[in-house]
């Protein structure tokens, strides 16, 4: 009988032949893979608690290899979707730590940011250090995302000129991607913070110049630097220049 819903498995996923497999060998090689599938596919159904309760059948010191790696991918993405953010982004650094080349460029760039959100540094530094590994392989669009990033954890850091090198990077060399104007509104906040302010008030006009969101938020700014009120007050409002 194992044999047989073994086999069943291998041939291509069915919940329902999952299902039975799990019930009856749980404790088994195809049974632990029938409990991540529909871990999986119940997460993808947006049916989260139920993915949660397939994970929680399953021993994770019993797994090893590929299917530790998937167990811990799966549970940081259910976690995710249960709103469980921190316990999410552990789960993803065990997966760093036993393969730090598991995900995508795409889905790393996603995790740096949620732990830049949730101020992982330890976490953001290992994820900002492979992906700079990978930086000379990425197409443009990834690159400038990762330069935004990578400026926004120097500047956690409290490494502001790293933070300034990243942010004129970004905006200079990818000045059509989304996050250019965020860049440069971030880079005159920064200068406006280490008293230097005309430095900031013509990375301002230079935003204003390139129109869209970024312009319109760079004039109110600009008329805070005229008026000498400064940018403290308006730091909150630019939510585009975070993450």
């Known amino acids: 009988a194992y044999l047989h819903w073994s086999g069943s498995l291998q041939s291509g996923f069915d919940p329902e032949t999952a299902r ?23 997460a993808e159904q947006g049916e989260t608690a139920l993915a949660w309760s397939a994970l929680e059948r399953i021993d994770p010191l019993s797994l090893d290899g590929d299917r530790e790696c998937h167990y811990l991918e799966t549970r940081g993405t259910v976690l995710l979707l249960l709103g469980s953010r921190q316990e999410a982004l552990e789960s993803f650094a065990a997966l760093l730590e036993r393969s730090p080349h598991h995900f995508s460029t795409g889905k790393m760039l996603e995790l740096l940011r949620t732990a830049l959100d949730q101020v992982d540094l330890p976490l953001a530094q290992r994820l900002h250090r492979v992906l700079r590994e990978q930086r000379d392989d990425m197409e443009g669009d990834l690159r400038a995302e990762l330069l935004f990033l990578g400026a926004l954890l120097a500047e956690a850091q409290g490494e502001r000129n790293e933070a300034l090198h990243g942010l004129l990077e970004l905006s200079w060399s990818h000045p059509d991607h989304p996050r250019a104007g965020s860049a440069l509104l971030r880079s005159a906040l920064l200068y406006e913070q280490a008293g230097k302010r ?28 005229v008026t000498g009120d400064g940018f403290e007050s308006e730091n909150r409002r630019t939510g585009s220049t975070g993450v």
């Open 198 to 225: 005309e430095t900031a008030r013509m990375i301002l006009e230079e935003a204003v110049s390139r129109q869209g969101e970024a312009g319109m938020q760079a004039q109110d700014l600009l008329r805070d630097l």
């Open 20 to 42: 039975r497999a799990a019930f009856l060998f749980p404790m088994t090689s195809a049974g632990k893979a029938a409990l991540l599938s529909l871990a999986r596919w119940f």
